[in-house]
């Protein structure tokens, strides 16, 4: 009769959801009468919603000795070997059982389950070779509710979230797996490659070659640190170059850099960003600002590539576009004195823009000394002269005489040194001539 409460009393707790209650239950119940295989099946039940799989896996085994037609106790097994992603051991569990009842709907049941989640592995490695993404989602996501604690399936998980660009939550996954398990060197290489496509160069390296010491052949981990080595040794050399002053190899070395592995978003970001520097230095600036919008729509975050970008609309005089990019910028590090002084500086080109540019009138650089402004301003003055155009028609006359004035502006300005320090400080015309 004690034996009889025990169970009840376990079956009551096991309703209530208090798992823990009912394995002690169950096991005084065993204590009482340990040829009775119910009481080892109700205990592995509870045990496998404590994710005890080891000992509900015992308590299988054990009631399956004792009564070696428990069908309860075959599925029980099983699924301990199922939730952890076992799938051959699960199948050799169940055999004994189909082999004295072939048609058993719940053994057949269970198999059909184990196949179908082979077959949705199958899918999602061969989806996650091809980089199809959306596709191995869609098969990873079946597999998980079925073998939620196998390590096999969420370092799929971890490699399918790389492929999202969800960096650090694929290193989390890996790392909690690699406290169960440190010298597995799959893991080991997802989590170095989550590091190394979230930015965290050297340490995804680290990962990389603790892989290949825990196992030599590892293929992929040996692969990918070669593609990083050489991917290093060429942006190394790009920015030796660049600090000595030849861009165009720096250029050419940040080029092949790029080359060798499109996937690794946040190290080419970099890249792009270096490279955009050295076009800036041979005055490409359209090509560097081509650059520096790659580099941050491959990492939105980073912010040299937005400043840079800034410096080159500038150059080309997107003074709109330039005060918008730094305001962006800005939110990012909103306590950057650096990023505060360039939108100040912007934002006061964009006000010289709308005055007239006498630079442009008289087509001379900004930084053009005294002599050359004098020559720019003969030749362009010499060009516009009313006399030269006494025979046209009015309307080419006006033009004439509106650009002859202009030019007669321009030079008043730019040849006397304190108007012109007044104008670059943007002042406009009519405040230069009040004061």
Known sequence: MADVDFKALGNAKYKEGKYQEAVEAYSKAIEN???????????????????????????????????????????????????????????????????????????????????????????????????????????????????????????????????RKKYDDAASVCWALLAKDRQNPDLLFLRGKALLYGGSTESG???????????????????????????????NSGNESFKQGRCEEAISFYTEALSLDPLNTMYNSTVLCNRAASKMKLKKYQEALEDCEESARLNPTYVKALTRKAECMIQLEQY????????????????????????????????????????KILDVAKDASEYDIKKAYKRAALKHHPDKWANCTDEEKEESEKAFKDIGEAYSVLSDSEKKHKYDAGMDIEEIDGE
């Open 33 to 163: 009468d340990p040829t009775e295989p119910t009481f080892f099946g109700n205990r592995a039940a509870a045990l496998l919603m404590l994710k005890k799989y080891d000992d509900a896996l015992t308590d299988c085994k054990a009631a399956v000795a004792i009564d070696n037609a428990f069908v309860k106790a075959y599925v029980r097994g099983s699924k301990c070997y199922i939730l952890r992603g076992l799938l051959f051991e699960a199948k050799a569990f169940l055999s004994p059982l189909l082999e004295k009842d072939p048609q058993n709907p719940e053994a057949l049941k269970e198999t059909a389950t184990i196949d179908q989640v082979e077959k949705d592995i199958a899918s999602a490695r061969e989806h996650l070779q091809n980089n199809d993404h959306d596709r191995a989602t869609y098969f990873v996501d079946r597999i998980v509710p079925v073998c939620p604690d196998s390590s096999m399936v969420l370092s799929m998980r971890a490699d399918l979230l790389i492929g």
């Open 205 to 235: 390296m680290k990962h990389m070659t603790e892989a290949l010491r825990v196992d030599p052949d590892h293929s992929r981990s040996r692969e990918m640190l070669k593609m990083v080595k050489a991917m290093e040794r060429a942006k």
């Open 320 to 359: 709109e576009e330039s005060v918008q990019t730094l305001e962006a910028a800005m939110k990012l590090e909103p306590d950057s004195n650096d990023i505060n002084a360039r939108l100040r500086e912007a934002k006061l080109e964009l006000k010289k823009s709308k005055r007239k540019n006498y630079y």
